[in-house]
């Protein structure tokens, strides 16, 4: 996935997260994953598998389209 996309789903999920009250840390124990995974998700540092994306879409309580909504 081309980096300038990445940074968007970052900046997505990060969006996400804080307007539902969560820290890296809250999300990462939803979804069985570190907080740093999160931190590097949300820094565009790492391609995301889809089937941790749908995780983070199921912790968020939102559809996984949310997340590419750029």
């Given at each position: 996935m081309p980096e300038k996309y990445?940074?968007?789903?970052?900046?997505?999920?990060r969006s996400l997260r804080k307007s539902k009250k969560l820290s890296q840390e809250k999300l990462a124990e939803l979804i069985g994953k570190s907080r740093n995974y999160i931190g590097m998700i949300e820094r565009a540092e790492c391609n995301v598998p889809s089937?941790?994306?749908?995780?983070?879409?199921?912790?968020l309580n939102t559809h996984p389209k949310e997340l590419f909504d750029f």
């Open positions: 990445l940074k968007k789903l970052g900046q997505n999920i089937k941790t994306l749908f995780e983070i879409a199921i912790a």
